[in-house]
């Protein structure tokens, strides 16, 4: 899979991010991370940052975080 989402449950603005990608057909990976920071290693190591959520592109070399900017790249650069 070339899209890994960083995602927490119930956070609503990682919710966006996964209708964002649902809506667009973008085949993607959801990795759920811990509700504390401290749980969030991996977040961590790929993003530089322990908020979620974060989309990493492999194919791209792309990894961000904040929704919006997140939102503005599936619509752009992914979506069908």
Same mark, same amino acid.
């Given at each position: ?5 960083y995602?927490?449950?119930g ?5 966006? &991010?996964?209708d964002a990608l649902?809506d667009?057909g973008v085949?993607?990976e959801?990795e759920w !991370?811990?509700?504390?920071? +401290?749980e969030r290693?991996?977040?961590?190591? &790929? ?7 974060v989309l990493?592109d492999?194919?791209?070399? !792309?990894t961000?975080?904040? +929704?919006?900017?997140?939102?503005q790249y ?7």
């Amino acid at each position: 899979m070339s899209i890994t989402l960083y995602a927490l449950d119930g956070c609503p603005y990682c919710e966006k &991010v996964h209708d964002a990608l649902e809506d667009g057909g973008v085949e993607y990976e959801t990795e759920w !991370v811990g509700a504390l920071h +401290s749980e969030r290693d991996e977040v961590k190591r &790929v993003s530089g940052q322990r908020a979620v959520p974060v989309l990493v592109d492999h194919d791209r070399g !792309v990894t961000m975080g904040e +929704s919006e900017n997140i939102l503005q790249y599936v619509e752009k650069t992914l979506a069908a």
